[in-house]
Antibody, heavy 119, light 113 residues
Framework: QVQLQESGPGLVKPSETLSLTCTVSGGSVSSYFWNWIRQPPGKGLEWIGYIFYTGNTNYNPSLNNRVTISVDTSKNQFSLQLSSVTAADTAVYYC?????????????WGQGTTVIVSS | DVVMTQSPLSLPVTLGQPASISCRSSQSLVHSDGDTYLSWFHQRPGQSPRRLIYKVSNRDSGVPDRFSGSGSGTDFTLKISRVEAEDVGIYYCMQGTHWPLYTFGQGTKLEIK
């Protein structure tokens, strides 16, 4: 059974870059599409972007080109970088696997990690 | 961009009673392949979201049959036939038809009266 685990700093200063990693266990990152989704406090879900193991990516345009998602197949991990963060980027960040039929959305989620943007 | 609008945003329900959540999209969710990619997720307090339903009406493995999805085009509904205590939380619809951009609804909070 595939499991996902997010890791990274829980506190990031404004204007700096948020960096998170998702470790995949019980399966290989070298298949499926892998996503990042976030949830600001008390708010709904926002899809950030995805990566395929080949390196093919796509990002939510609302994040104004601040997002980079990468994959490391040797470590069975994929990562998120979000640059020039502000308080509005404070959220719980989830990594998730997209269904083999990618348009069906995410069928496996990590437990989430809280990131606070504050000086 | 496709906008997903849910109603109601808050849904108090008595245990054992039915519940219904509406989700409307600003554009048709019928894909050129003939399928409609509308999914429903449930997020219990303090937990990650879990997908309940995909392609409008297909329940994921382990999802109780008291959950059902229906709809077409731009109008969709999630129904719970008899609400149980474990059903509390927030329900989200999500479209995948217009991938590579996924869009979620704003969420509906179900609580027990």
């Amino acid at each position: 059974q595939v499991q996902l685990q997010e890791s990274g700093p829980g506190l990031v200063k404004p204007s700096e870059t948020l960096s998170l990693t998702c470790t995949v266990s019980g399966g290989s990152v070298s298949s499926y599409f892998w996503n990042w989704i976030r949830q600001p406090p008390g708010k709904g879900l926002e899809w950030i972007g995805y990566i395929f193991y080949t390196g093919n990516t796509n990002y939510n345009p609302s994040l104004n080109n601040r997002v980079t998602i990468s994959v490391d197949t040797s470590k069975n991990q994929f990562s998120l970088q979000l640059s020039s963060v502000t308080a509005a980027d404070t959220a719980v960040y989830y990594c998730a696997r997209a269904d083999a039929r990618i348009r069906n959305g995410m069928d496996v989620w990590g437990q989430g990690t809280t990131v606070i943007v504050s000086s | 961009d496709v906008v997903m609008t849910q109603s109601p945003l808050s849904l108090p329900v008595t245990l054992g009673q039915p519940a219904s959540i509406s989700c409307r999209s600003s554009q048709s969710l019928v894909h050129s392949d003939g399928d409609t990619y509308l999914s429903w997720f449930h997020q219990r307090p303090g937990q990650s979201p879990r997908r309940l339903i995909y392609k409008v009406s297909n329940r994921d493995s382990g999802v109780p049959d008291r959950f059902s999805g229906s709809g077409s085009g731009t109008d969709f509904t999630l129904k719970i036939s008899r609400v149980e205590a474990e059903d509390v939380g927030i329900y989200y619809c999500m479209q995948g038809t217009h991938w590579p951009l996924y869009t979620f609804g704003q969420g509906t909070k179900l609580e027990i009266k």
